[in-house]
C-alpha cells in the first residue's frame, strides 16, 4: 500500500485519529518496550556481536514507501525483532572489545527516558532552568571527582559543558581560540594559524581545523615513535612551534591527548603546557576514553598538569556508563567561548539573560536548540555513587591485565602497546617455521588481518584493529559493562583457536 491516497481521505480517516501523548497508551507501549529492551539484555549473548548482513539488506524487507494507517506497537516490535536486530551490532554484549566500549547502564536509559519524556528544548537557561542548572551542578561534581583545578568549574571562574562528541567540543574550543588569537594580532592573520598535534591524535582536530578555516598546510602532526610509547613529545612540539615562529607563522592550538584511540598512548600534559605557555598556545586536552578513569586517584596521575591547560573532554557515553551523546568540556575560559559563538536574536531576548546572572549554553557550542543531557548523567552519578563508578572502572582494567598476561604467555604473540587502562594491543607473530616477525611486516600484517576478520566473522567476540608504526595490530578494549572475566577468558581461547586453525594452513 502506498502512502499516498488522494480520494475523500478528509471524510473518512478522520475518524482514525489518535492522540499521540495519551497518557495510558504511553503507559501500556511503555511497559511492552521496557519489557523487549530487557528481553533483548537477557538474550544478548545469543546473537553474533558483529552484525553479519550485507549492504542493503533492509531494503529489500521492508515496505517501499511509509504505512497509510497506523500500524500496532506489537506489529512494529515484532518487526524490530525480526528485521532491525539482525542488523544491529551488539555493542552492549559482553563479547564486545572493538574500537571503545560504549558502555550502557539502566540509569543512563532511565536518564535519557526522562530527558526525553520532558522533551524540552534547554537553549538558555529560562527555556528550562533546571535543565541548565542541573548541567552546571553535575558538571562541578564531575569535575571534582576528577580533581580538576578550581579554574576549570563555575566554583572557580571556569565552567563545564554537555555537548554531543568530541568533534563538536575541539570545534568550539579551537573557535574560540583562533578568535581570541585573532582579536589580538588582526584577522588577516587567519592564514598563518597553525594546529598541532601528534600522528595519533584523533582525527576531530583535522575536522575541527578545516571547519574553522585553519589553513591546510598549516596542520601539523607531529610524528611519535613506539620508543616514547607513541606519546607526544615536548621537544618535538617546541621544534615545530620554533619553525613554525621563524617562517612567520602564527601557533595557535595543541590538541593534546590522553588515551589516545589507536593505543591509549599519553602525551605528557605537563610538559606540553610548558611549551604552550611560552608561545600563548591553547591547550586542549583530549580524554575521550581514558578521561573517565582519573576518577580513581591511582589513575589521575595521567593528567597530571591540567592546571596549564585550557579546556579538557571526556566523553561519558564511552566509558563512564552514560548513553550516546554525552560529551564533558570544562573550560578555563568561558567568555573565549562566549565571545566566539553567541549571539542574541531579538526572540530569545529576555530578563534572566540580560541580568547577566544565568548560564545560557546556546553560546557554549554550535546548536541553538539542546537535549537535556545532564539528566542521565546525574542518575548515572546518583544511582552508581563515586564507589561504584571507580569499582566498574577498576574490575575492567584488572581483566585488562589478565587479558594482556594471556597474551604474553603464549609464545606466538606480542602485546604491542604498553597497557595503560583497559585496552590491550597484541598481534600474532609466529610464520612457518617460526621465523622472527621483525623482518616479515608485509605477511605479518596479513597474518593479522586474516585472524581478526576470521574471529569477528564467527561472531563469537568483536575486535578491532589499528596501524601503528606499520605494524597492523588487534584492539582489545575491555569496557562493556556487562563482560565478565569468563568473557575475557573466551575471546582468548576463540583468538587461539582461530590462531591455531590459520597456522596451520601456513
Ligand atoms: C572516540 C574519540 C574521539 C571522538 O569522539 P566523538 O565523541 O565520537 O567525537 C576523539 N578523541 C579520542 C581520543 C577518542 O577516543
Keep these: 500500500m502506498g502512502s499516498l491516497k488522494l480520494d475523500h481521505e478528509l471524510e473518512n480517516d478522520s475518524h482514525m485519529m489518535v ?5 495510558e497508551e504511553f503507559r501500556r507501549q ?60 551488539h555493542w552492549q554484549s559482553p563479547n564486545y572489545f572493538a574500537y571503545f566500549p560504549s558502555s550502557g547502564s539502566t540509569a543512563g536509559f532511565l536518564g535519557e527516558i526522562l530527558s526525553t519524556g520532558f522533551n524540552v528544548v534547554g537553549f538558555n537557561w529560562m527555556s528550562s532552568p533546571a535543565a541548565t542548572e542541573l548541567e552546571c551542578i553535575v558538571m562541578d561534581w564531575l569535575g571534582e571527582m576528577l580533581m580538576l583545578p578550581k579554574s576549570f568549574l563555575f566554583k572557580g571562574n571556569g565552567g563545564g559543558v554537555l555537548q554531543g562528541t568530541t568533534c563538536e567540543a575541539i570545534l568550539c574550543t579551537l573557535a574560540a581560540a583562533r578568535d581570541q588569537m585573532l582579536n589580538q594580532c588582526g584577522s588577516e592573520k587567519l592564514e598563518k594559524l597553525v594546529v598541532y598535534g601528534s600522528d595519533q591524535t584523533h582525527s576531530a582536530l583535522q575536522k575541527a581545523a578545516q571547519i574553522a578555516g585553519i589553513h591546510t598546510k598549516n596542520f601539523r602532526a607531529i610524528k611519535t615513535t613506539k620508543s616514547n610509547s607513541f606519546g607526544l613529545c615536548p621537544n618535538s612540539l617546541r621544534d615545530a612551534v620554533h619553525a613554525d615562529v621563524e617562517a612567520g607563522l602564527v ?35 583530549d580524554a575521550a576514553y581514558a578521561g573517565s578513569a582519573c576518577i580513581c586517584p591511582e589513575f589521575r596521575h595521567f593528567i597530571d598538569g591540567i592546571e596549564g591547560a585550557n579546556s579538557f573532554t571526556l566523553n561519558a557515553h564511552k566509558w563512564f556508563l552514560t548513553t550516546l551523546d554525552c560529551c564533558c568540556l570544562w573550560v578555563k575560559d568561558p567568555s573565549a567561548l562566549i565571545k566566539s559563538l553567541s549571539t542574541n536574536p531579538e526572540f530569545l531576548r529576555n530578563k534572566a539573560t540580560d541580568s547577566k546572572l544565568v548560564v545560557d549554553y546556546k553560546d557554549w557550542q554550535i546548536t541553538l536548540s539542546r537535549r537535556f543531557r545532564a539528566m542521565k548523567l546525574w542518575l548515572v552519578l546518583r544511582s552508581y555513587g563515586v564507589a561504584n563508578l ?43 617455521n617460526n621465523i622472527s616477525a621483525a623482518n616479515h611486516v608485509e605477511p ?30 588487534i584492539r ?29 594452513k601456513n
Excluded at 500496532?72 to 542488523?87: A, F, H, M, N, R
Excluded at 589516545?260 to 611560552?278: F, M, Q, R, W, Y
Excluded at 585488562?400 to 594491543?425: G, I, S, W, Y
Aim: proline letters at 5%; one cysteine or more; aromatic letters at 10%.
Design 476 to 504: 582489545c578494549a575491555i569496557g562493556a559493562t556487562l563482560t565478565e572475566e569468563r568473557h575475557v577468558i573466551r575471546a582468548w581461547k576463540v583468538i587461539q583457536e582461530h590462531a591455531d586453525a590459520l597456522l596451520s
Design 390 to 432: 571507580r569499582n566498574f572502572l577498576r574490575s575492567h582494567v584488572k581483566m585488562a591485565k589478565l587479558f594482556e598476561e594471556l597474551v604474553r604467555n603464549d609464545n606466538r604473540f606480542e602485546v604491542m602497546a604498553t597497557r595503560n587502562f583497559a585496552l590491550v594491543c597484541f598481534r600474532v607473530l609466529a610464520w612457518p
Design 444 to 473: 605479518v600484517n596479513e597474518l593479522n588481518k586474516k585472524l581478526l576478520e576470521s574471529i569477528n566473522e564467527s561472531g563469537n567476540v568483536y575486535m578491532s584493529s589499528t596501524v601503528v608504526d606499520g605494524a597492523y595490530i
Design 30 to 89: 511503555g511497559h511492552m518496550l521496557i519489557d523487549f529492551i530487557a528481553d533483548y539484555y537477557q538474550n544478548i549473548e545469543s546473537y553474533k556481536v558483529l552484525s553479519q548482513v550485507e549492504p542493503g539488506y533492509l531494503k529489500k524487507l521492508l515496505p517501499e514507501s511509509a504505512p497509510y494507517y497506523p500500524e500496532s506497537i506489537e506489529t512494529i516490535l515484532q518487526d524490530v525483532q525480526k528485521y532491525i536486530i539482525p542488523g544491529i551490532t
Design 251 to 285: 601557533p595557535l592550538f595543541l590538541c593534546a591527548t590522553v588515551g589516545t584511540t589507536s593505543t591509549n598512548a599519553i602525551d605528557p600534559i605537563g610538559p606540553l603546557c610548558e611549551v604552550a605557555k611560552d608561545f600563548n598556545i591553547w591547550v586542549h586536552v
Design 19 to 23: 492522540n499521540p501523548l495519551d497518557p
